[in-house]
């Protein structure tokens, strides 16, 4: 059974930047979709960025992350990534990678039904 492993977590200040990584164990067959959510304390899980594995793979980011996050992928590593710049307070959450097999359309990229494996979660902290 393929298994997630999310890294790059931490504490890091307002204004500041990280990278988070997700590696697959083995090439992911028939993956449609991968994508990161996150959970902060209280809160429900949510979807942060999201893409569509193809040619030329569409992404899809929710308002609260756009234009500060991006989702990227390295087939060669089997490693999907997230870059997290000019990190906000309400950014701090558990953040997970999950893959998808099933067929999805766009707008369904960031909901959680749709994703069939997860990563253990990676904690990312941001406080002055």
């Known amino acids: 059974q393929v298994q997630l492993v999310e890294s790059g977590g931490g504490l890091v200040q307002p204004g500041q930047s990280l990278t988070l990584s997700c590696a697959a164990s083995?090439?992911?067959?028939?993956?449609?979709?991968t994508a990161w959510f996150r959970q902060a304390p209280g809160k429900e899980r949510e979807g942060v960025a999201g893409?569509?594995?193809?040619?030329?793979?569409?992404?899809y980011y929710p308002p609260s992350v756009r234009g500060r996050f991006t989702i990227s992928r390295d087939d060669a590593a089997n490693t999907v990534y997230l870059q997290m710049n000019n990190l906000k307070v309400e950014d701090t959450a558990i953040y997970y990678c999950?893959?998808?097999?099933?067929?999805?359309?766009?707008?369904?990229?960031?909901?959680?039904?749709?994703?069939?494996?997860w990563g253990q979660g990676t904690q990312v902290a941001v406080s002055s």
């Open positions: 999950a893959t998808g097999t099933r067929s999805m359309s766009i707008a369904g990229v960031l909901q959680s039904e749709n994703y069939d494996t």
């Open positions: 083995q090439k992911i067959g028939g993956v449609f979709a």
């Open positions: 893409i569509l594995m193809g040619r030329n793979p569409q992404k």
